[in-house]
């Protein structure tokens, strides 16, 4: 009894503490942020509203235990095949942009647990070796009548349907919105939040994205637009760095109108960018860039599309990863198809995954599922195992 009445002492104690630091939530932040106590999920937890941790940093820690998490050590982000280990990964990628994210959202006084949440999970989707890679399970996706594959709507496919064996993480529908809408590549010099969804509103933007990748979806919330931006931020001056380092530009090479604005080096122009989104979006409902960075900033992300990520040293072996994909692809459909559970696909993926996935998910969009979620190294390893010939002993 004591130790009980001890647990249920301390158990109320923090109870208080989490509705004390909910006021001062709501004093603190600015009238544009979202509050914690404004988390919508699909589902009810009534361990959430009982527990200590405020719902986004909830949402934060279950990112980060996560599977889809773990395998970002060794998932691509620009360059890939090539052996250096002072190329930027996925994994230090999305720890940039929660940085940047986090520093933004502090100076203007945004939910740093939801820009955390958002910026961790944004690039979960991503297939082995990055936007190439993206784009290679896509053609094989339509071709399979599955529509386009996006890696912003796989990683909430990971999370939501995926995960602990086809139960999921249930996160918080703010989260799961900013990582949908996180697109950094696409060049807005201002974003405003879109604040009127729930979670039908979500899922039609999910059918009109996998019908169309051109649609334009925005953040619901100012947190998911300051992501967005940190997005772009955090990857625009370290592409170029690692350009340099392998060899395809040099720091002259950048351009004059760019550099006088930005900088020349990764520090100068993340800072510079940081600097000026500060100063033009403090206390507005709106995230922006001044018009002269923000043209500054569009002809940065030109320059890095045809001088680097289009760069024939970084894409000359693509040929091989498309032949690779569809062979792999091919491979596990047909294990499915035959129904030989000695194949991998059955052993290190539907292994106990839930009755409703396996019911509900047709052979194809297995495969997806276990091909986007693979790690370069992984990948390559299927395909070496499963594409090339064995050398078998002479003893049998």
């Excluded at 996925?90 to 910026?119: C, F, M, P």
């Excluded at 094989?140 to 709507?153: E, R």
């Excluded at 692809?329 to 294990?335: G, I, P, S």
Aim: net charge negative; hydrophobic share 35%.
């Amino acid at each position: 009894m004591g130790l009980k009445s001890s647990a249920e002492d301390g158990g109320a104690t923090l109870k208080k503490i989490k509705e004390r630091l909910r006021l001062v939530e709501k004093e603190r932040l600015s009238p544009y942020a979202t509050l914690s106590s404004e988390a919508l999920r699909r589902r009810e937890e009534p361990e959430i509203a009982e527990g200590h941790r405020e719902n986004f940093s909830l949402d934060a820690d279950r990112i980060l235990h996560s599977l889809a998490y773990t395998r970002y050590i060794d998932k691509t982000q620009v360059f890939y095949l090539i052996k250096n280990d002072h190329i930027t990964h996925r994994v230090l990628h999305v720890q940039l942009v929660s940085k940047i994210g986090r520093t933004i959202g502090r100076l203007l006084r945004l939910n740093e647990d939801l820009i955390e949440a958002i910026a961790l999970g944004h690039d979960l989707g991503h297939a082995p070796f990055g936007h190439d890679g993206e784009k290679l399970l896509s053609e094989l996706s339509l071709k399979y009548g599955l529509g386009n594959f996006l890696h912003n709507v796989q990683g909430e496919r990971f999370l939501e349907v995926i995960e602990k064996k086809g139960q999921g993480w249930n996160l918080s529908l703010q989260v799961l919105d900013g990582m949908l809408t996180h697109n950094g590549e696409v060049h807005n010099p201002d974003l405003y939040p879109d604040r009127d969804k729930d979670f039908n509103a979500h899922e039609q933007e999910i059918s009109k994205l996998t019908e169309d990748p051109t649609f334009q979806v925005w953040p619901m919330t100012l947190e998911g637009c300051v992501v967005r931006m940190a997005d772009t931020i955090s990857y625009v001056g370290r592409d170029i760095e690692d350009a340099i380092r392998l060899g395809l530009i040099t720091r002259d090479d950048l351009p004059e109108e760019c550099a006088r604005g930005l900088g020349r080096t990764n520090g100068t122009i993340v800072y510079n960018l940081v600097e000026d989104l500060l100063t033009v979006s403090l206390e507005k409902p709106f995230v922006s860039f001044s018009p002269e960075v923000a043209d500054a900033l569009k002809r940065l992300k030109d320059f890095n599309q045809e001088r680097i990520y289009t760069h024939p040293r970084a894409k000359h072996q693509t040929h091989k990863l498309a032949l690779m994909f569809r062979l792999l692809f091919e491979k596990y459909y047909e294990d499915l198809r035959t129904g030989d559970e000695r194949s991998v696909v059955f052993r290190e993926f539907l292994d106990g995954m839930s009755e409703e996935y396996r019911r509900n998910t047709q052979p194809a969009m297995i495969v997806r599922d276990f091909i986007a979620g693979m790690t370069d190294d992984y990948f390559l390893r299927q395909c070496q195992e499963n594409l090339m010939p064995q050398i078998l002993s002479d003893h049998y």
